[in-house]
């Protein structure tokens, strides 16, 4: 019980941050106070302040912002995009199913991170172009979990039911098959949104993510690279904030694939 109430704890602390940012008293993230520039914790600074004299926390909670909106759309894309091919592959044979895998496989030759990386350089950086690039990247994985667990429920009963009773295609897929393999859906989505947080913040971490001042984690972690061994808290506090992110949604989807019998199918 505690393995999944501290993660959700945590996470609605980041959620409540992330929503509540113009309302709690802080300084604005982009707010200079040079007298207070690599300034540790502090009255005035609670977690400190950057080299530039910005308030951490409240970089940290306008960056989160930016992690939740491109965690939770991206993966979203790939959803929507990669359980319709991956179905179509499936349930269709022949030339359909052929040129859908040869897409996937092109799509699976690029390293993800490249892919995601090239793609942010031609549509230039911004968190919509970020998000965008990160959910194309995402759509390969995605159809091919929904392919897996397509491909056993298109034999069972209810399926040739359907199609007796004179079910079209598409109204056999909608209604009798997606419903089936929703929740392997979801609950690979859940641990792509962790991978997603850690992809926009090597994006921004790269300097082709969200453009300054935009404040974001992985922004806010390449900031202070180069003063570690001076200033450690600019960079290591807003690594923690991710780490403890992601473990916390690694946590909650692994306590979801257990709570379905340990997500068979789901992440085959």
Same mark, same amino acid.
């Given at each position: 019980?505690?393995?999944?109430?501290?993660?959700?704890?945590?996470?609605?602390?980041?959620?409540?941050?992330?929503?509540?940012?113009?309302?709690?008293?802080?300084?604005?993230?982009?707010?200079?106070?040079?007298?207070?520039?690599?300034?540790?914790? &502090?009255?005035?600074?609670? /977690?400190? #302040?950057? =080299?530039? @004299?910005?308030?951490?926390? !409240?970089? $940290?909670?306008?960056? %989160?912002?930016? &992690?939740?909106?491109?965690? /939770?759309? #991206?993966? =979203?894309? @790939?959803?929507?995009?990669? !359980?319709? $091919?991956?179905?179509? %592959?499936?349930?269709?044979?022949?030339?359909?199913?052929? #040129?859908? =895998?040869?897409?996937?496989?092109?799509?699976?030759?690029?390293?993800?991170?490249?892919?995601?990386?090239?793609?942010?350089?031609?549509?230039?950086?911004?968190?919509?172009?970020?998000?965008?690039?990160?959910?194309?990247?995402?759509?390969?994985?995605?159809?091919?979990?929904?392919?897996?667990?397509?491909?056993?429920?298109?034999?069972?009963?209810?399926?040739?039911?359907?199609?007796?009773?004179?079910?079209?295609?598409?109204?056999?897929?909608?209604?009798?098959?997606?419903?089936?393999?929703?929740?392997?859906?979801?609950?690979?989505?859940?641990?792509?949104?962790?991978?997603?947080?850690?992809?926009?913040?090597?994006?921004?971490?790269?300097?082709?993510?969200?453009?300054?001042?935009?404040?974001?984690?992985?922004?806010?972690?390449?900031?202070?690279?180069?003063?570690?061994?001076?200033?450690?808290?600019?960079?290591?506090?807003?690594?923690?904030?991710?780490?403890?992110?992601?473990?916390?949604?690694?946590?909650?989807?692994?306590?979801?694939?257990?709570?379905?019998?340990?997500?068979?199918?789901?992440?085959?």
């Amino acid at each position: 019980m505690l393995r999944l109430m501290l993660p959700c704890a945590w996470l609605l602390v980041v959620l409540f941050f992330a929503i509540a940012a113009d309302w709690l008293p802080m300084p604005s993230p982009t707010d200079m106070d040079f007298a207070a520039a690599e300034q540790g914790p &502090s009255a005035a600074h609670l /977690l400190g #302040a950057d =080299l530039d @004299g910005r308030d951490i926390l !409240s970089r $940290l909670a306008y960056g %989160a912002r930016v &992690s939740l909106t491109v965690s /939770l759309i #991206a993966p =979203l894309i @790939g959803l929507v995009f990669g !359980s319709a $091919l991956g179905l179509f %592959a499936a349930y269709y044979g022949g030339a359909v199913r052929t #040129a859908i =895998l040869a897409l996937l496989d092109a799509m699976l030759a690029f390293p993800s991170l490249v892919f995601a990386l090239g793609l942010t350089v031609v549509l230039g950086p911004s968190v919509q172009n970020v998000t965008l690039a990160l959910g194309v990247m995402s759509i390969p994985a995605f159809a091919r979990i929904a392919r897996a667990n397509a491909l056993p429920l298109i034999g069972r009963e209810f399926v040739l039911a359907a199609r007796t009773a004179g079910a079209s295609d598409l109204q056999i897929m909608v209604r009798e098959i997606l419903p089936n393999m929703t929740m392997a859906l979801l609950t690979y989505g859940l641990s792509v949104t962790s991978v997603m947080i850690v992809a926009e913040g090597s994006l921004s971490f790269l300097g082709v993510g969200v453009p300054p001042p935009t404040p974001s984690w992985g922004g806010m972690i390449a900031d202070g690279r180069e003063s570690l061994e001076r200033v450690p808290h600019v960079s290591l506090i807003p690594a923690a904030v991710m780490f403890l992110t992601v473990l916390s949604l690694n946590l909650l989807g692994d306590s979801l694939r257990q709570r379905r019998g340990g997500g068979r199918g789901g992440l085959a």
